[in-house]
Nanobody, 112 residues
Framework: VQLQASGGGLVQPGGALKLSCSVS????????MGWYRQAPGKQREFVAR???????RKADSVKGRFTISRDNAKNTVYLEMTSLKPEDTAVYYC???????WGQGTQVTVSS
């Protein structure tokens, strides 16, 4: 399984970004996928997860603001982020939960 994350960037507080993670090498539809983030000087933390059956889990800090989704036809998982805050600044990683494999990360910076 190979994962390629994209979509990060610089955004002002209150803005929005949509991250994508394309997956190759396995039947995407049966994979459980997650998004994590790591801020400078902090440990990597869980953000959201979507299972192969569509069940979703999110961290309390992003509930109501972030949406995780998947398009099995495109082998892609998305993280749509709205109402972004400076504390959302981090490198965001996608992860295949089945094999504990990580993508390379994409930087999200929320700043005015």
């Amino acid at each position: 399984v190979q994962l390629q994350a994209s979509g990060g960037g610089l955004v002002q507080p209150g803005g929005a970004l949509k991250l994508s993670c394309s997956v190759s090498g396995r039947s995407f539809g049966i994979l459980d996928m997650g998004w994590y983030r790591q801020a400078p000087g902090k440990q990597r933390e869980f953000v959201a997860r979507i299972l192969s059956d569509g069940i979703i889990r999110k961290a309390d800090s992003v509930k109501g603001r972030f949406t995780i989704s998947r398009d099995n036809a495109k082998n892609t998982v998305y993280l749509e982020m709205t109402s972004l805050k400076p504390e959302d600044t981090a490198v965001y990683y996608c992860k295949n939960e089945d094999f504990a494999l990580w993508g390379q990360g994409t930087q999200v910076t929320v700043s005015s």
